[in-house]
């Protein structure tokens, strides 16, 4: 059993930063592909980063060279670095472990924690 929690929501204007973390546990291998999506009401959830077992990095095309996405094996802890935030990045975050690595194939992912709030005011 995998149990994700993330942390690092929060309420930022535009332009600014935030930087979410979330920590793994239980048995998490570092072949796993994570990745963070989003999720605002009335819509479906949507892939933001993903990072494969191997380190390879895929990008949202609307947060591409903005976000960074990062992992931390040792820590079992995975990173999303968010700059220059727009209000259009206001969402639920989640983190999500064990995928097919595909932004658009959320629900191949087998777990994902309870989502962190980040809301960008113009």
């Known amino acids: 059993q995998v149990q994700l929690v993330e942390s690092g929501g929060g309420a930022v204007q535009a332009g600014g930063s935030l930087r979410l973390s979330c920590v793994a546990s239980?048995?998490?291998?570092?072949?796993?592909?994570m990745g963070w999506f989003r999720q605002v009401p009335g819509k479906e959830r949507g892939g933001v980063a993903t990072i494969a077992g191997y380190g390879i990095t895929t990008y949202a095309n609307s947060v591409r060279g903005r976000f960074t996405i990062s992992k931390d094996n040792a820590k079992r802890t995975l990173y999303l670095q968010m700059n220059s935030l727009k209000p259009e990045d206001t969402a639920v975050y989640y983190c999500?472990?064990?995928?097919?690595?595909?932004?658009?194939?959320?629900?191949?992912?087998?777990?994902w924690g309870q989502g962190t709030q980040v809301t960008v005011s113009s």
């Open positions: 239980g048995v998490v291998y570092d072949s796993y592909c």
């Open positions: 999500a472990a064990e995928g097919a690595c595909l932004l658009e194939d959320s629900k191949s992912f087998g777990y």
